[in-house]
C-alpha cells in the first residue's frame, strides 16, 4: 500500500471527516489552495483506491458535479480492531483523543458544535442529547463495540466529562447522550 504525500493525506483525512459525497468546491475551500490542485489529489486518491467519486444529484443543466468519499478503509480498520483484546479501551481512547483536539475548551457547547460539524445531526433535550444521524452508521450497525466506543470516547474528550454517557441506539433511529 502506498504511502500518501502530506498534501493528499490532509485531503483524504478532510473527507474521512466531512463523510459522503463532498463536493470539490467544499473540499478546496476547507484545504485552501486552487480547486485543481485539490481535484488533482482526489484523482490520485481514487487511482489509489483510498477514495471514490460518485456524480451528485443534478442543481442545473450540464454535468452533475462529483461527490468524493473515502473509501472503506474505515470499515476494515474496525473489524480488524474488534479482534484486538481490550478493543473497546482502545477504541475508547481514540475517541477521547479526537474529542479533545476538536475543541479549544471542552464543554457541553463545544461538544454539541464538534457532534453537528461531523454529522451526528445532534439535539439538545435537557439532559441529553440526542443523535439523530450517525456518520459511520454501517460501521456501527456491524461492530458497535467498537465505533460506539470511539463515539463515546469523542463525547468524553469534547465535553470534557467522563461521566457523560453514550447510549448507543437508544430509541429508533437516534443514540443518546445522557450528561449531568
Known sequence: QPTLPPARARVAALLGELGEGVPL?????RIGGHPNATRAHLDALVEEGFAEAAPLPRTGPGRPALGWTLAEILSVVVS???EVPGSEEIARS???SWGVER???PSRP???AVLRDLGFDPEVDGDSIRLRACPILDAAVEHPSVVCAIHAGLVAGASGDERA???PFAEPGA???DVA
Open 110 to 112: 463545544a461538544l454539541v
Open 175 to 177: 443514540c443518546r447522550i
Open 103 to 105: 475543541v479549544a475548551a
Open 165 to 167: 454517557r453514550l447510549v
Open 25 to 29: 468546491a467544499e473540499l478546496a475551500t
Open 94 to 96: 481514540i475517541g477521547r
Open 80 to 82: 480488524h480492531l474488534a
